[in-house]
C-alpha cells in the first residue's frame, strides 16, 4: 500500500516552436498534481508548511530584475489545493519583504511573517479566501484540483542565498553584469514565497523583465521571443508544466548566446565562451539516446544547458531542460563531460523521481551517479566507464576512512540524529553508485534495467522514499528469495554506515598501468616519461596525482611540474589536484598560480580545499587569509560560507 493521497492525473502537452526548434507548452494544460508522501521517511523537517492542510500545486511569477538594487520583485500567484476545514496555508520565506497579499479578486488577506529560523528562514502564514475556485466543468466526481488562488507581492533581498550578482569585470566579456540562482537546496525561498520543499511538486510559468540587451533562461520552456516593455527592458515567458520540486525553478541572466546541438538539445554561454562550450558538449545527443536506450522515455522535451560565469559554485546543476553548468568543466578534450552525462541523468533520477525529504539524497544524486556511468559506458566505452567508478570507490573508501566507520555522515539516508545537509557527498554521491553497482551484478544487468526503468515509470513526477525504493525492489526482484536478500544486506547498505563487506569492487586492470607508476614513484622516485603522461587519459591522470605521497619535497614537485607539465595543464580538474598537492607541502613557486585560479574559479569543490591546504600549515594561514580578502566577494553564498567556516573569516571585521 502506498502511504500517499493519490490526485488528479492531466494530459499534458508539448508543441514544437518554429525558433530554433524550442519545445512550447500550453500553459492551460498542465500535468498531474503530484501526490504528498505521509511515511514518517518522507517528512521533510526543513520547510514550515504543512502540505496535508493545504498545499501550492502551481506558482506564476511576474517579476522585475534590479540589477542595481541587487534584488527582484513583483508578484507570486499560487493556486493552493486545501483542505475543507483548513483556514490558512503556510509558505517558506528568507528574507523576502512581502508588501501584500491579495485573493483572485483583489481583495486583501492577512498575512504574517513568523520569527526567523537559522538556516531555515520564517514562515509566512496566509489566511486562505474566504470563496474558493469555481470547479472546473470538465472534472469528473472525485477528481481533485486548486480550491484558492492567492497573489504575493514581494522584493528579495540584495543579500538572497539563491541569487549571485555578478558586476560586468566578474563576466567573460567584463562588459555586462549577470545573474545566477541556486536553488537547492532550500534557498529558492529566498526570492519565490512558495512551499520550498522536494516533496511538494509543483508547475509554474514566469514572466521576468530584465533590462537590454541581455538574455534570459530559466528551468522552463521559452513562449516564444521577449517582447518589448519599454525602450530598455524586453519580457521574458517561461512555463513549466511537469510538475517538478521547487528547487528546480531556476533563472539565470546575461550576456548569452545559443549554440544547437541538435534537434532536442543547445547550449547558452557568453559569446567568448560560446565556441569552447558548444565543442565540449558536442556528445549530448549521443547521451540523450544512451539514456534513453537504458532507462526509458526523455520526458521533458528539450535538454538545454548554459555555462555560467566561473563564480558558479557546483559543477553542474539539473535544472529541467537548461542544465546550469561550470565553465571549469572545459578541458578542450571532452575528458570532464561525465558531468554532462550526470546532469542529463538527472532527467530521471532527481528530476522525473524525487526525495520527499532531504535526507534521502542518495536517491536522487547516487542513483544519478550509477546512471551517469552507465551513460559514459555506452557512449565512450567501458574502458572509460570502470577507470571513473574506480576513482569514485577510491573516493568513497577514502571518505570513510577519514570520517570513520562508525560516523553517522557516512550512512546514505541520513539519520535523525544529525542534519541533512551535513551528510558527506561521499555517501550520497559514492556510496550510492557502489550500491547500485552491487545490485547489478548480483542480480543481473537485464533483469535490474528492466527493474529500474520501471521505477522510473511508476514514479514519474512524484516523490519517493528509500523505503519505497527497498520495497519496490524486494517485491520485484527478491521476491521472498532469502539467500538474495541476504546477498543483497540492502538496509545494511542504505541505513549502515561504513562500507558493506559486499561492496562490487571495480576491475583491478582499470589502473593497471597507472597503479604500476604510482609504485613506482613510491619506491624508486620514478616519474612518469612525458610522452606516457599525455597518451594517459584524465581518469589516469587524476588517480596518479590522488596516489602519490601526502609529504613531497619541494624538488619532488619541481620534477613532478617539470616531467609532466601539470602546471600547464589546461583540464582544471588535474591542475586541481596539483596545487592542492603544492600548497598542502608548502611549494612557493605554485601560490602565485593557486592565487590565479581562486581569483577566477569559485567552484566549491576547488575553492574550499585549496583554501584548506593553505589554511593547515603555518606558512599557508596568511597566504589564505591574503587572497581570501581579495576574491571572497567573487564567490557564490555557498562557497563564501565553507571558506569563512575553514579560515574563521571574520567579514564585518
Known sequence: MRAYVSFLVLPFLFLLAGCGDLVSQDPDQRGEIAPILTSEEAFDDQTFAKPQEARVTHVDLDLAMD????????????????????????????????????????????????????????????????????????????????????????????????????????????????????????????WIPTQDSPGIRQTWEATISAPEPLNVVMSGVLQGDPEAEDENRRDFRFVMNNAVPPYLIAIAAGNIEFRELGPRSGVWAEPEVIEAAAQEVGDTEEMIDAGIALFGDYRWGRYDMIVLPPAFPYGGMENPVMTFLTPTFIAGDRSNNGLVAHELAHSWSGNLTTYSSWRDGWLNEGVTSYFENRIVEAVYGKARAEQEYALSYAGLVGGIEDAGADNPVTAMRSPNSISPFDTRGFAIYDKGTVFLRTVENIIGREKFDAWLTEWFDAHAF?????????????????????????????????????????????????????????????????????????????????????????????????????????????????????????LRNEYGPAVPQAERFLARVGRNKFVSPLFTALNETNWGKPIAQRIYAETRSSYHAYTRGNVDETLQYDAAA
Do not use: C
Open 67 to 190: 540589477f542595481d538594487a541587487k534584488t527582484i520583485s513583483g508578484t507570486a500567484t499560487l493556486d493552493i489545493l486545501a483542505a475543507d476545514e483548513a483556514s490558512e496555508v503556510i509558505l517558506d520565506s528568507n528574507g523576502l519583504r512581502v508588501s501584500a497579499v491579495t485573493d483572485q479578486t483583489g481583495d486583501a488577506l492577512e498575512f504574517a511573517l513568523g520569527e526567523t529560523v537559522e538556516g531555515k528562514g520564517e514562515p509566512l502564514t496566509i489566511e486562505l479566501p474566504a470563496q474558493e475556485l469555481e470547479r472546473s466543468a470538465d472534472l469528473a466526481e472525485g477528481e481533485l484540483a486548486p480550491t484558492h488562488r492567492i497573489m504575493v507581492e514581494y522584493v528579495s533581498a540584495p543579500q538572497a542565498e539563491a541569487l549571485q550578482w555578478l558586476s560586468p569585470e566578474q563576466t567573460a566579456g567584463s562588459e555586462h553584469p549577470f545573474l545566477f540562482s541556486q536553488g537547492q537546496a532550500i534557498n529558492n525561498r529566498t
Open 462 to 582: 512524484e516523490p519517493v522514499t528509500s523505503e519505497m525504493f527497498l520495497a519496490d525492489l524486494r517485491e520485484k526482484l527478491i521476491a521472498g528469495d532469502a539467500e538474495l536478500e541476504n546477498q543483497l544486506m540492502l538496509d545494511e547498505w542504505v541505513y549502515g554506515t561504513g562500507l558493506p563487506e559486499n561492496a562490487w569492487k571495480p576491475d583491478a586492470q582499470a589502473f593497471a598501468e597507472v597503479d604500476g607508476a604510482v609504485s613506482a614513484y613510491a619506491n624508486e622516485s620514478t616519474i612518469p616519461d612525458t610522452d606516457a603522461w599525455r597518451n594517459w587519459t584524465a581518469a589516469e591522470q587524476r588517480r596518479f596525482l590522488e596516489e602519490l605521497p601526502q609529504e613531497l619535497s619541494a624538488e619532488q614537485l619541481a620534477s613532478l611540474d617539470a616531467t609532466l607539465g601539470l602546471s600547464q595543464t589546461n583540464n582544471n580538474e588535474v591542475l586541481f589536484l596539483w596545487l592542492e598537492a603544492a
